[in-house]
């Protein structure tokens, strides 16, 4: 169950900015340093408790998170299968699908995310060059490959482990 507080505390807030300025998440990698803060001021701060479900995976995808502080754990069927911390974000393929969720998202220690809604990132790409949007696309694939890559080593882990018994 979502617990989440809204808290748009400017001084707060500002503080997660600026950390996520001096290390720009992946996805926005390569962005201008004016464009990255534009984006990352687009984003709804919410606060967590440790415990609490971010994401269910019964959820339309309509947004995507940014986790500016804590840590959150990624779960299909009581498997854990990630744990992300300050900079990753979750659901970045947000703006092209409409499926639901793919898995339920907890908070692991009190944390605070920046949402990102689905209309107010296309507002933001449509005030830009297609080249800004492009490169966000391209961004999006590398991360999209880095998980199947940490997924394969995953498989192939587990698939030793049970051919070593």
């Given at each position: 169950?979502?617990?989440?507080?809204p808290d748009n505390g400017p001084n707060l807030l500002e503080k997660h900015l600026r950390d996520l300025l001096k290390n720009?998440?992946?996805?926005?990698?390569?962005?201008?340093?004016?464009d990255v803060l534009t984006f990352?001021?687009?984003?709804?701060?919410?606060?967590f408790i440790a415990?609490?479900?971010?994401?269910?995976?019964d959820e339309i995808v309509n947004s995507a998170y940014l986790v500016a502080e804590g840590k959150v754990s990624v779960w299909k069927d009581n498997i854990e299968l990630a744990t992300l911390d300050k900079g990753n974000f979750l659901g970045?393929?947000?703006?092209?699908?409409?499926n639901t969720r793919m898995a339920r998202v907890v908070s692991e220690t009190d944390s605070v995310l920046l949402k990102y809604e689905r209309q107010d990132v296309l507002n933001f790409f449509r005030g830009r060059p297609?080249?800004?949007f492009n490169i966000f696309t391209k961004n999006i694939i590398e991360i999209q490959?880095?998980?199947i890559s940490n997924m394969n080593i995953k498989l192939l882990n587990l698939k030793k482990r049970?051919?070593?018994r």
């Open positions: 169950m979502k617990n989440k507080k720009p998440p992946h996805l926005l990698r390569n962005f201008h340093s004016e990352l001021q687009l984003g709804k701060q919410e606060r415990g609490d479900t971010i994401i269910n995976d970045e393929t947000f703006l092209f699908s409409k297609e080249k800004l490959q880095k998980k049970i051919l070593d």
